[in-house]
């Protein structure tokens, strides 16, 4: 599940969490789950560990992005 969220992610700007619950996890957007929330942050653990130059990041309204920094 996680290389798919960062494949869905990668080369996108920033996707609405809802989006990304129903394509990569098959979860309806009327279904309150932490699921994602999850898997983002045991990707974010994981790429800090093992680049500092892609952040996986998120605004206010509740969209993420894949961020690489040159």
Same mark, same amino acid.
Request: with cysteine.
């Given at each position: 599940?996680? #290389?798919?969220?960062?494949? !869905?992610?990668?080369? %996108?700007? !920033?996707? =609405?969490?809802?989006?990304?619950?129903?394509?990569?996890?098959?979860?309806?957007?009327?279904?309150?789950?932490?699921?994602?929330?999850?898997?983002?942050? &045991?990707? &974010? =653990?994981?790429? #800090?560990?093992?680049? =500092?130059?892609? %952040?996986?990041?998120? =605004?206010? #309204? #509740?969209?993420?992005?894949?961020?690489?920094?040159?």
């Amino acid at each position: 599940i996680e #290389s798919r969220i960062i494949r !869905f992610l990668h080369g %996108k700007n !920033f996707v =609405n969490k809802d989006i990304i619950n129903e394509k990569v996890l098959g979860i309806k957007k009327d279904i309150d789950s932490k699921s994602l929330d999850t898997h983002l942050y &045991r990707l &974010r =653990n994981k790429l #800090s560990s093992i680049c =500092n130059n892609i %952040k996986i990041l998120s =605004n206010d #309204s #509740s969209d993420i992005k894949l961020n690489s920094v040159d």
